[in-house]
């Protein structure tokens, strides 16, 4: 079995530790739980994006407030029809 999403390797790991499993220290130090890929970000900026589109700000003050370039709000509100 092979796992290359780092969202459910984390979300593994993490369950893991919880219920105190036994796991291969080896395979399993190499994940970082505190790591967040760009998919995750660019989720969490969409949701960010939209939400204070709904408020009526520019592209310009969205861009400062979730700390992006305004070429990145600008890609994200086009990407996903905004």
């Not at 969202?7 to 993490?14: N, Q």
């Not at 369950?15 to 739980?33: G, T």
């Not at 995750?40 to 520019?58: D, I, N, P, Q």
Request: hydrophobic content about 40%; aromatic content about 12%; proline content about 1%.
């Amino acid at each position: 079995m092979c796992f290359s999403n780092s969202i459910v390797l984390r979300y593994l790991k993490t369950f893991a530790i919880e219920k105190q499993l036994p796991i291969l220290k080896r395979k399993w130090d190499k994940i970082n739980v505190d790591y967040i890929g760009l998919v995750e970000k660019a989720k969490f900026h969409k949701e960010k994006v939209k939400k204070y589109l709904k408020y009526g700000l520019s592209v310009k003050e969205i861009s400062k407030k979730i700390e992006l370039s305004y070429s990145g709000v600008y890609a994200i509100i086009h990407r996903n029809d905004l």
